[in-house]
């Protein structure tokens, strides 16, 4: 015990001295704290317009136009309801137009794009609108411009068939509608549940690599001849991997708790994304004990993988290459965590497959988790077989581990590891 504690201390010390953990802490701190100061300034946006509203009544804010929309009807019966059409876009003018006319004015929107066209053709009695703009990002929105054309061609076939002005109006007055969602899922749990993924990927691959970093730098600088004289390599192993996995908790804790100082802070009461409240309401002591479990495991699966490939090196240089197969184990897993999560689906096979799988169940399971789309039975069997995983692969990387880290030389190939074992 004597002799982790010793390169534990070494290690953390080292950790927590580097620039990196300093500099990506301050960095990650800003952006938390950007992300929510960010409602404040768009509720007081949101607050200026009404004011502004407000003293001006109704009237516009400016009698000028800021583009032109040409205006093309062959079968008469739109061009009368043209300030229909005005008011969907009051910042446009509305200019009629004729079909000759429409190549011209096609040249004049790709040169301008503040103007469109709105082209009515008859095909056989029946109209068919045709929205022209500069490109995809400009102009007016066909949606729209359809939805009111449909309207109006509804009212003027059904006054020709004597139906009152009453009851076409009434006919068309939209109906209300709600989206109801029977499980426990929510924007906000969905949202966080997918930010914590990317989180719990970077920091159990970041904290994971500096394992590896950390035994090659000291194999490179010598240290290592030192500490092995002290130390078995299997207490190496597992002080190094506890020390990693402390300075990661510490950046990861003190993050969390910048985060909700800020937000019960600087986040306004109530505040609302297309009619969603953003609440943490979901985020309790509960379910950040089980985050903080899940990313302990997560980075003990990744950091004893790692530390192996840390010890087959004797140069940081060569580090990647060997890292490689690691890697693309950990990018996997994510993606199948990923893409699982944001299908949203709980009952498929693959999502089954990213919740017990021990590559991909740290990625995988915080956004079920968040998201309330995981039972008690299901997240203690995962978690059962990713302790199970790592206590195999952790005896494993001990033994890899202690028949190369005191090799120098070319990267270790797994045929001269068996060799030296």
């Avoid at 802490?25 to 407000?54: H, N, V, W, Y």
């Avoid at 109209?127 to 102009?139: L, S």
């Avoid at 004797?314 to 990923?338: C, H, Q, R, T, W």
């Avoid at 077989?385 to 202690?402: E, G, K, N, R």
Wanted: with cysteine; net charge negative.
């Amino acid at each position: 015990m004597k002799q982790v504690l010793t390169v534990f201390q070494y290690t953390f010390k080292e950790g927590i001295r580097k620039k990196a953990f300093w500099v990506s802490t301050i960095i990650i701190m800003a952006l938390i704290l950007l992300l929510c100061l960010a409602p404040r300034i768009i509720s007081a946006f949101d607050k200026s317009e009404e004011g502004s509203q407000g003293t001006e009544g109704q009237a516009e804010v400016s009698s000028e136009k800021e583009g032109m929309c040409y205006f093309i009807d062959e079968t008469g019966v739109f061009e009368k309801h043209m300030d229909a059409f005005q008011a969907l876009y009051p910042e446009l003018e509305f200019k009629s137009s004729k079909t000759q006319e429409l190549s011209a004015l096609k040249e004049d929107v790709a040169k301008n794009e503040k103007n469109s066209i709105l082209y009515i053709e008859d095909q056989e009695g029946v109209p068919f609108i045709h929205v022209v703009n500069t490109n995809f990002m400009k102009g007016i929105n066909a949606g729209k411009a359809g939805e009111l054309s449909t309207k109006i061609w509804q009212a003027e076939f059904l006054t020709a068939q004597g139906v009152s002005a009453e009851n076409i109006a009434a006919a068309q007055v939209p109906l209300g509608y709600a989206e109801e969602s029977a499980g426990e899922m929510n924007l906000t749990g969905y949202v966080l549940g997918l930010v914590m993924t990317f989180v719990m990927f970077f920091a159990v691959y970041y904290y994971g690599y500096g394992v590896a970093m950390s035994v090659a730098s000291e194999k490179t600088s010598r240290v290592m001849e030192t500490l092995i004289i002290s130390a078995k390599p299997s207490r190496i192993l597992l002080g190094k991997c506890l020390a990693m996995g402390a300075v990661g908790l510490l950046q990861m804790g003190g993050l969390l708790a910048f985060g909700l100082a800020c937000y019960g802070i600087l986040m306004p009461d109530g505040f609302q994304i297309n009619g969603t409240e953003i609440s943490l309401s979901g985020f309790g002591a509960d379910t950040i004990l089980v985050l903080i479990l899940y990313f302990i495991l997560g980075y003990a699966l990744y950091a004893v993988m790692n530390s192996v490939c840390g010890a087959a090196v004797s140069k940081i240089e060569d580090l990647n290459s060997v890292m490689m197969p690691v890697s693309i184990v950990a990018i996997v897993g994510f993606y199948l965590g990923y893409f699982t999560s944001v299908a949203g689906g709980g009952s498929n096979a693959l999502s089954k497959l990213a919740v017990y799988l021990p590559v991909s169940s740290p990625f995988a399971v915080p956004f079920k988790i968040l998201t309330g789309d995981i039972t008690t039975p299901e997240l203690l069997l995962s978690m059962a077989i990713l302790a199970a995983s790592i206590v195999i692969i952790a005896a494993l990387s001990a033994q890899i581990y202690s028949a190369s880290v005191m090799h120098y030389g070319n990267p270790l190939k797994w045929k001269e590891i068996k060799k030296n074992k």
